[in-house]
Structure formats: C-alpha cells, structure tokens
C-alpha cells in the first residue's frame, strides 16, 4: 500500500457508511481512506436497486473506476482535492485477533483496523452502533461518520420583549424595524410588554433580518381546525403564506402537524384555489417488524403507510350529531385530491401547482429531501413533517436525518420556514405518555 505518514490517519469504511453518503470517499481531506473486498461485494448487492441505496451503490463504484484510472487500487491512489488517498485491500489477518469472531464482513472491519492499528492511527468509520461497540471492547478505535450532521433541530420561534413605544409603532404599521436587531428570516417571536403592568401579547415574524412583521391570531377556523396554541398559531400563518414555498414541522406526536398541514393544503386547495393538486407521501419503514409483501394495487399496498393521513381526514369529516353532515365546510372526494406513491416513485418527476406534504420525514436521508425538494415545479408549496425522537431508518439519528438537514440548510431563507411544535393537543392521556415514556 502507499507510503503513509505518521502525521495523517487511515480510515476503513464501513458499508454502511458508502450507502449513506457517496461523497465520504472525498470527505476525509487529506487522510486515507481503506476499503476491503469484502465491503465492495455487499456494494455489488445494492448497485441495482432502486432509489437512494442503489445510486449512491452505483456512485461508488464509478469513483472506484475512475481511480483505477490514476494507479493501482491496492497500493492507494489519490482522491479528493486534499491529498488523501484510497486503497482497495483484502482482509488481513492477524494471529492476535479474536478467534471467538465468526467471519462476517463486520468482523473482517474489526481484524483490518485491528491490523493497520499496529503501525498507523487507523479508525474505524460506521453507522452500524453495535460494531462501533464491538470495536471498543477491543479496544480498537471506531467512530460514526459524522460529516453531513448538523447541529440538534432548533425551534423556529421565541420570546421577544418590546417597550410600549415599539409595541404601538407595530400595531399601528404593522411593521417594526430595531436596527441593531439579526434575525432569522421567517422567525416567528411572541412579542410581551417591558412594562410588567401589561399583559398584551402580540404575535410577529422577521420578514427582514432587522424588521418584524405583525401577525394576526387567527380565530377563524381553516377547514374545522382552529389553533390551540401559540405555536400552531405561527405554523398555521406559514402554511397559508403563499411566498413561504417550504415549511419543516418538528414536534412529538400529538402536536397537530399533520392534522393543521392538511386542513391547510386543503383550504388552500378548495378555498383559496392556490394549488390544483394534493400529493401526500410517507416513507415506507416500518415501526417493529415488517409484515412483508402486501397485495393488491399501488394504493392498496400503500394503505398500511397512509393510514395516520386518512385517519387525520376522518377527523376533518366528522360529522355533526343531530344532522349527520359533515362538519367541513367544503365537499371533496379522497380519490381526486390525494395523490399517493411511494418516494422511491418522484426521481424523475416536476410537481407544479400542487402542495406536498411529506409525513415522518425524520426518517428521510438528505440524499432523500434533495430528491423531492428538486422535484418542486413553479407554483408548488412543500411541508415536511416529522419527530427527530421518533426516528424508525437503522442509520439516522436526530442528528443526521432529512428534517434536520432540511431545516438547518434552508435557516433564514426567505422561502423558507420551521416550526416546532411544543404542546401536545391529541389528549391529555397521549401528551402525559409523549413526555414519560
């Protein structure tokens, strides 16, 4: 293998790692990145598979190929802008190694880091927490890959005191400007009163990093719905803005995300006529064990996944008891508005003049948000919905997944907006649970 100095580090890469992010071959600057065969034939299982595994797969191995090109895999070759390198090795072995181990591509990780450690700070990279514990039981060095987290989801919303000067001049003009003041574009801020005798709430958004716009407290029901708190007062103004094209909604179960996002799509849709289209999409993971194939039609198959959807309709329609109407104040039929297809289905695809809300998008990628966020055609609004603390993807964390990644890149675009819910509305009995257990 190349030459390695003292002064850099060799990193093996799990699979798991490729997978995740096709571009952590060139994330390492100028260290040197190990793969063993054994990792490049599970990446051979993936490279025809279909969405987000089998791209980043089929990625792999075209870096692989082009590196080829610049020397031989086995004895490393450069990549990247830093003066890293990358090698291709089989699995060395070591009379020192562990012979309870059974040979697994895990424990070939394990013995290859465990070998290069003897002459090289070597370190092993995976997102599989287990095998990083194997590693530390034999004190072998091992880390999560970390490159593409950001930092813990924040809120979207705050307190801001005002003095009565300042609280007038916003009610009366509907804007107000503090010159020393960095917000964050489309921050919402309940606004109180300096003068502790007042009780006056206002509620207001950063329209401009220095400017606050005042909103009003919306007490006209949006499709039977009707904000029960401070915080879905702020997303319900964001989901009925027309300029706001993207809304990220973080909060625990019980909160309203989904029910106050489809109450709007719906009034945007049927009211305001803003969107001619309802697209509702889930991920397909399953919470505990998966019940395997389903039969039927595209819909049928997808009914299990868009269950907790029909299930906030229902609670829209429910009808009224002495007239057995519907208490909506509009008539629609399920089949025309929602359009419903697995994520794997919109490569490809340019939504225009429709409102998409993506369910549980805690458990997207970021390589999964940039698919749909670049699917958005001119006139179409995204929401995305989801609960860091309810991740069910083996490979996510409330640090690395889709909302979070969405919500941290887009802070302070004008187009953009995030919420998170604090105050669970579902019942008493779901919130004291959403708290204790």
């Known amino acids: ?143 999560d890959y970390t490159t593409d987290k950001k930092n813990a989801i924040y809120e979207g919303h705050s307190t801001l005191v005002l003095d009565s000067e300042q609280i007038e001049d916003l009610k009366f003009t509907t804007r107000l400007t503090i010159p020393d003041a960095e917000f964050s574009l489309n921050e919402y801020f309940l606004i109180k009163n300096s003068d502790e005798a007042s009780h006056e709430q206002l509620l207001a958004r950063a329209v401009k990093p220095n400017q606050l716009m005042l909103v009003e407290w919306l007490n006209t029901p949006v499709i039977g719905i009707k904000p029960r708190n401070i915080e879905q007062h702020y997303l319900m103004d964001a989901l009925l803005d027309e300029n706001i094209k993207l809304v990220t ?66 609670f829209l329609k429910q009808e009224d008891r002495k007239s057995g109407r519907s208490v909506l104040p509009i008539n629609f039929d399920e089949n025309d508005i929602l359009e419903i297809a697995p994520l794997s289905y919109i490569r490809g695809q340019s939504v225009a003049n429709s409102i998409m809300i993506i369910d549980e998008a805690q458990n997207l990628t970021p390589l999964d948000i940039k698919t749909i966020v670049t699917r958005a055609g001119e006139g179409t609004k995204l929401i995305f919905t989801g609960d860091i603390d309810q991740i069910d993807h ?44």
């Open 249 to 314: 909604i973080h909060g625990k179960a019980g909160t309203g995300k989904t029910l106050l996002s489809i109450a709007a799509a719906l009034y945007k849709t049927y009211v305001d006529y803003a969107y001619v289209k309802i697209k509702l999409m889930r991920p397909v993971i399953p919470v505990g064990k998966d019940i395997g194939f389903l039969p039927g039609s595209l819909e049928e198959k997808m009914l299990p996944w868009m269950a907790p959807i029909y299930n906030n309709l229902d």
């Open 1 to 143: 293998m190349v030459e390695i100095t003292q002064s850099r580090k060799i990193f093996v890469l799990d699979t798991n790692v490729l997978l995740h992010d096709a571009d952590s071959l060139i994330s390492f600057e100028d260290n040197h990145i190990v793969l063993i065969l054994p990792v490049l034939e599970e990446l051979d299982t993936f490279k025809s598979k279909p969405g987000e595994l089998g791209a980043n797969a089929r990625k792999i191995a075209h870096y692989l190929d082009d590196a080829r090109e610049r020397g031989k895999l086995s004895e490393g070759v450069p990549i990247g802008d830093h003066g890293g390198t990358i090698a291709v090795i089989d699995v060395p072995r070591d009379k020192e190694f562990p012979e309870t181990l059974k040979e697994s591509v895990d424990n070939n990780l394990l013995e290859t880091t465990f070998v290069l450690s003897k002459t090289n700070k070597t370190i092993l990279v995976s997102k599989d927490i287990n095998l990083r514990v194997k590693a530390d039981v034999l004190e072998i060095c091992a880390e």
């Open 394 to 437: 083996p490979y996510l964390s409330s640090l690395d997944n889709g909302l979070t990644f969405l919500a941290s890149k887009f802070r302070g675009n004008p187009l953009h907006c995030h919420i998170t819910l604090v105050k669970g509305e579902r019942s008493e009995l779901a919130e004291i649970a959403s708290n204790i257990l």
